[in-house]
């Protein structure tokens, strides 16, 4: 059996994701208390579901201290359990609550949209680093609509690396475990022509082949990542996030970790641009 948890902060895509995987074909079940999980994987495998889905966050109120703990026991029975964290950053967090003028889950007298948030933050820091962390700030619907069906349809036996391109101007990506900054290298931005490209075009990829320091660059990560790599899988991750960072994360954040996925073709790779997903 194939089971997927989803949780996260209020506002981040866990109805998006939820639904993303139903059309996928898995059973899911919103909102559903952790100490449950085991009974009710036991009745959804009685009526032949392999495949499900199942959110479970603060709106669980205490029993989501119990799901490391319920995970483990399902893993020892066989199952193979994964959990996707999406999260968010604060700003992009109250701006969706404003516009869609929904209440936040943790809503009380008092307290401010914000200070919602940073509780929730606060309830959900251990679960975080049960799975796999999703950054949805800049990503559209659709963008997270794809990444998640990338994402599982990956091999849980095996880690993968994911390499993320983006701009430090909209910030760090969350879901980042490598930060690499590559905003000393030569910029194309400054040349009229060559500002509209991004780093797939090949007028800025002739640009970035004349720049020998570029390509020291990507060598010098690789070896980082590659000298790494093996004491992550030890830890028994199912990913690892390189996150490639320029100014705008339109051009040599995007050319080069176009470039590291290429250079770890032999291992099983996933590539996300955040700025040019989210146009």
């Known amino acids: 059996m194939q089971l997927i948890l989803i949780s996260g902060l209020s506002g981040s895509g866990k109805s998006v994701t939820l639904r993303t995987l139903e059309d996928s074909g898995f059973y899911c079940v919103d909102n ?71 209440r936040h889950p943790l809503s009380s007298p008092g307290l401010t949209v914000r200070e ?19 950054d949805t700030s800049d990503m559209s619907a659709n963008a997270l609509r794809q990444w998640v069906k990338a994402l599982v349809d990956t091999d849980i036996g ?5 390499f993320q391109s983006f701009g430090f101007k909209h910030g760090v990506p969350l879901d980042a475990d ?8 030569p910029n194309p931005y400054y040349d009229p022509a060559l500002r509209p490209l991004t780093g797939h075009d090949q007028p800025i990829i002739d640009f970035f082949l004349k720049a020998p320091e570029v390509g020291d660059m990507i ?10 790599l093996p ?4 830890e028994g991750r199912s990913y690892l996030t390189v996150a490639i960072g320029c100014t705008g994360g339109q051009h040599r954040s995007v050319y ?3 470039n590291l996925a290429v250079r770890f073709a032999a291992s099983r790779v996933l590539v996300r641009h955040r700025q040019l997903d989210s146009q």
């Not at 095996?158 to 994911?162: A, G, I, N, Q």
């Not at 490598?178 to 290298?185: A, G, M, P, T």
């Not at 060598?219 to 790494?228: F, G, L, P, S």
Request: hydrophobic share 45%; with cysteine; charged share 30%.
């Open 231 to 234: 004491s992550f899988g030890k």
């Open 178 to 185: 490598f930060v690499f900054d590559v905003r000393c290298l």
């Open 219 to 228: 060598n010098d990560i690789e070896a980082m990542v590659r000298k790494w």
């Open 32 to 102: 559903l208390p952790a100490t449950m999980l085991a009974e009710a994987l036991n009745l959804y495998a009685d009526f032949g579901y392999e495949r499900i889905a199942i959110s479970v966050d603060t709106r669980s109120g205490p029993s989501l201290g119990a799901l490391p703990g319920e995970m483990l026991k399902l893993r020892e029975r066989g199952a193979d359990v994964r959990l996707l964290f999406l999260e968010s950053q604060e700003d992009t967090l109250v701006k969706r609550f404003s516009e869609t003028r929904r």
């Open 116 to 134: 919602c948030i940073a509780l929730e933050r606060e309830l959900l820091a251990d679960v975080q680093e049960l799975g796999t962390r999703i």
């Open 158 to 162: 095996k880690l993968t690396l994911v």
């Open 256 to 258: 080069i970790a176009s």
